[in-house]
């Protein structure tokens, strides 16, 4: 035959199906996992890497980053981290998703799968960036559009938001979604 199998040489009662479903699940959460660790231990640094274009946006000194809760950092940095960790860890998830799939399917749809399959970590990539990019051209017509003098503050949290929200809306247009 081949190395991939067709539907019909397989088969797997519900129970397996179920087993195997929850070692991919667990994967996934593990890779999520040690991917949030470690974001979270570099999230100063991905967070100055998100504020950047804000500082372009806003020369001069006008804007500034505000918290307007106690508990805002932490969570700005948890968030920060858990948005990265799923940027990192998406070619994990996305892995684990096709290999629970693909024995469900026949050697004909897998084979018109694989073009999307390999192009779907640059279109994620590419979608997130162009919502960011988005996201810094709002921020400049914003700033462009205002006439109030003296300092803008941003809130953190709506920032991060927004930037999350953004990059999502994007990949899901470059995914067709």
């Known amino acids: ?57 806003f020369p001069n000194g006008d804007g500034k980053l505000i918290y307007t ?21 998406f070619p994990v998830i996305a892995n684990q998703i096709w290999v629970f799939v693909a024995p469900g399917l026949y050697r004909s749809e897998k084979r018109a799968l694989l073009p999307f399959l390999a192009a779907t970590p640059v279109l994620f990539i590419l979608g997130a960036a162009l919502g960011i990019a988005g996201l810094i051209i709002g921020l400049k017509s914003i700033k462009g559009n205002s006439n109030m003098p003296g300092i803008i503050g941003v809130v953190l949290s709506c920032l991060i938001l927004l930037a999350f929200l953004i990059a ?8 067709g979604i």
């Open 168 to 175: 999502v809306a994007f990949v899901a247009a470059y995914w």
């Open 69 to 89: 809760k106690l508990y805002e950092a932490f969570f700005v940095e948890v968030k920060v981290a858990l948005f990265a960790a799923f940027l990192v860890s």
């Open 1 to 57: 035959m081949g190395i991939i199998k067709d539907i019909d040489e397989t088969q797997a009662p519900l129970l397996d199906h179920l087993i195997e479903l929850r070692k991919r699940l667990v994967r996934c959460v593990l890779a999520l996992a040690v991917a949030f660790a470690v974001c979270l231990y570099f999230a100063d640094d991905i967070f100055a890497l998100l504020v950047r274009p804000l500082a372009h946006a």
